[in-house]
Every structure is written in C-alpha cells, then in structure tokens.
C-alpha cells in the first residue's frame, strides 16, 4: 500500500486482495479508482487500476460467453479417454444403465434410482478385464428425438461420436431401435462398415473407376452422379459389392462414424453373464493383452500391455522402450505359439494374453 493515500482507499484495497470472485474483485477497483488521491503524484496509481478494472471486466465477459456457450453447445460434455479404450453405456430412459455399469465395474458409482433421468452427466469408471482397465461411461438417457437435440441430446450423441465403442442397454429389440434410430440420424452408425467404394479428387481430367464389375448398377450412373456431387475428376477404387447410389454417398459422406457395439438387457445379468458381458465389451475394442516378462524372470503375470489387434514383437519391443526396438535380437512367446518359450522373430504377431520375453 502507498503511504500517502486515505483510509477509504486502504479499505477498497484489502477488500481487493480479500475478493475471491472476479466480480468481487471488480467492485473493490471500482471502489480505488474513486479513493485514489486526486493530486498528480497518484496519476500512475490511477492509470494502473484503470488497466486492471479494463482486463477484469473483459476476463469476466469472457466467462459469462463460456457458460453461456456451455448451455447450448455440442461439445460441453467431454470425458477424458483412459485405459485400454473408452466405451459407452447407451439407452432409453430407466432401463438399467447405472444398474449395468456398477456390476460389471464391482463398484456402486452410479446412482440406480427407480425413476427416469437420474443419470444428467456422463458416468465415468474404470472395468477391469484381465488386469487391464476399460473406461465405461454411463450416458444420459437417449430418447426419441434425441438426434434433434431433445434431452441433452446433441451432446449425448457427441459423446457417442467420439467413443471407441458402444453398449445399448435395452429390454427388448424395439426399445434398441429406437436409439439405433437416433444414432444413425446423427451419422453415427452401429455394427456397420463404410460401402467398399473410395473415391479421391484427381488432378487429371476424367473419372478412372478400378473395380466396375463389383458394381450392381450402370457404371454411367456412377459417373454422373459424382459428376453431379463435384468428382467430375476424380479416381474412384471398388473393392466389393455396391448395390445402390446410396451406398455411394454413404461412403462419400464424411460425417458418417462408424462404430461397434453390443446389446445388453439389464435384467437378464447375473454374475455369470456379466464375465461374458466384460469379454464381449473387451472384444469391441480390437486390442490385445499382452505380458511380458523379462529373460530368466517366473512366468508370474503382471499389469497387461495393450495394443491394437495385428501388433508383433516389434511393435511391443518399440511401446516398452524407444532403444528395445533397434536392439532386438528375438523374442520368447507362451501362448500361441505351437511350442511353450519359442523363439519367434520381430514380424511374429502376438495374440491375446501371450506372454512375451523380449531379447536385446
Ligand atoms: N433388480 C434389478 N433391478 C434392475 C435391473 N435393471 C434395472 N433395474 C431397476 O431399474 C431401475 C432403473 O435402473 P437405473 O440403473 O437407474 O436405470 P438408468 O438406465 O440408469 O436410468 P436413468 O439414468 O435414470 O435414465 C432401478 O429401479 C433398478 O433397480 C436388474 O437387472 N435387476
Ligand atoms: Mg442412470
């Protein structure tokens, strides 16, 4: 504090260094700039509290376009990926989502109430499946209308959007149909791939098409719709059936996501169907557990690697260290190999819970 200012602007400026709120904050600026000694020695001081009341008030304009953009914006739910890969728990209002994800995590984190839309937030928790960690994340209800953005339903679909799979939690075929329904709607489509057609702008003049006999149509159709869709130059590869045009602008649409995903009834669990229901969710994730243990170490399983289905021995030497790569010699497999302890080379790819010794 200067020492030649009066007691009121004493007071402003405690009350400034108490504030716990910018608003708080605000008010005690407000309170200095008009305490502040008018003579000239005090211009600086002035300017100073000027600065600050201008930087407050447009940090505090910033907040209030945040929340306020939070309320109606898509992407305002988010929860960060964790573990082996992240997967939703979908469904219509009460039908046991919370109920599913704190038996197959063994932990009461949602809360299970008899009555609809209790869950409003995304769930997140972790499920262990063989030592490794899977992210499940209970939704809030999906409903009809959901993809025009009833219920929180924009960001709910969001968040099915950026997930690596999926669990609909339904009693029956049509209450899954309906958020099936929802989902595609919002070009975020279940259990599907992409039609076998790619299509790639060109430099060159013209359409060239690799592939026509897959083709159920005329192939002048083809032409002259992407001549239409703006792919008058284009390279187009066919690699299986394509029956319709739709097809074709299915696979030429970019928005569409494609994702995996499995049907769960609540009430058909028991603890017996929840093993079956853990591997499945596993499953949808296309990854690999793998152990390694180091030369001469007991076969004694410890925390799993996990890495994308098709992985070798390379690619685990690589993830364990930067150097291990280079410097591999061979590595040891228990598991799927035809012989416990064979010796297999870097391109040898790993299956599920193979236990692996590398050799530098
Ligand atoms: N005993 C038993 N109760 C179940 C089962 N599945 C659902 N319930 C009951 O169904 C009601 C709804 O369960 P919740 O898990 O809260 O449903 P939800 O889908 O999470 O519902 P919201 O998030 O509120 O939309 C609760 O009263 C549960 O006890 C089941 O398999 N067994
Ligand atoms: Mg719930």
């Known amino acids: 504090m200067a020492t030649n200012v009066s007691i009121e602007y004493a007071n402003a400026e405690k009350k400034?260094?108490?504030a716990k709120t910018p608003e708080?904050?605000?008010t005690a600026l407000l309170e200095m700039r008009s305490t502040v000694p008018s003579h000239k020695g005090c211009e600086a001081m002035r300017r100073e509290i000027s600065k600050k009341i201008a930087e407050l008030k447009s940090t505090i304009e910033r907040q209030k376009n945040a929340v306020a953009k939070k309320g109606s914006s898509s992407a305002s739910m988010y929860v960060k990926k964790e573990g082996v890969g992240q997967v939703v728990l979908i469904g219509g209002p009460n039908v046991g989502k919370s109920f599913i994800l704190n038996k197959l995590v063994g932990k009461d984190i949602a809360q299970v109430t008899p009555y609809p839309f209790?869950?409003?937030?995304?769930?997140?928790?972790?499920?262990d499946y063989d030592g490794a960690s899977v992210q499940l994340v209970e939704l809030?209800?999906?409903?009809?209308?959901?993809?025009?953005?009833?219920?929180?339903g924009k960001e709910i679909i969001g968040m099915v959007r950026n997930a690596d799979a999926v669990v609909i939690v339904a009693s029956s075929k049509e209450e899954g149909k309906v958020i099936v329904d929802e989902l595609a709607k919002s070009n975020v489509y279940?259990?599907?791939t992409k039609p076998p057609i790619d299509v790639k702008s060109s430099s060159f003049p013209g359409i060239q098409i690799s592939g026509k006999e897959y083709l159920k149509f005329?192939?002048?159709?083809?032409?002259?719709?992407?001549?239409?869709?703006?792919?008058?130059?284009?390279?187009?590869i066919i690699t299986g059936t394509i029956n319709s045009l739709s097809e074709v602008a299915q696979a030429l649409n970019e928005r569409i996501v494609y994702k995996k995903a499995i049907a769960i009834?609540?009430?058909e669990y028991s603890e017996h169907k929840a093993v079956d229901w853990k591997c499945q969710i596993f499953l949808l994730l296309d990854a690999i557990l793998v152990y390694t243990k180091k030369p001469n170490q007991t076969l004694e399983q410890t925390e799993p690697l996990s890495l994308p289905k098709g992985s070798t021995v390379f690619d685990v030497a690589k993830h364990l260290h930067?150097?291990?790569?280079?410097?591999?010699?061979?590595?040891?497999?228990?598991?799927?190999?035809?012989?416990?302890g064979q010796r297999v080379g870097p391109e040898y790819e790993l299956k599920n819970k193979d236990i692996i010794e590398i050799n530098i």
């Not at 209790?118 to 499920?127: G, N």
């Not at 809030?140 to 929180?152: L, T």
């Not at 930067?322 to 416990?340: C, H, I, N, P």
Request: charged share 25%; glycine share 6%; net charge neutral.
């Open 265 to 267: 009834n609540s009430w």
């Open 24 to 26: 708080d904050k605000l």
């Open 218 to 236: 005329g192939v002048e159709q083809l032409e002259q719709y992407l001549k239409n869709t703006g792919y008058s130059n284009s390279n187009v």
């Open 16 to 18: 400034y260094h108490d």
């Open 322 to 340: 930067k150097d291990f790569a280079s410097k591999l010699k061979f590595a040891r497999v228990w598991g799927s190999t035809k012989f416990d």
């Open 190 to 192: 279940l259990n599907k």
């Open 140 to 152: 809030p209800a999906i409903i009809e209308g959901s993809s025009e953005g009833k219920a929180q």
């Open 118 to 127: 209790a869950t409003t937030e995304p769930v997140p928790a972790m499920m």
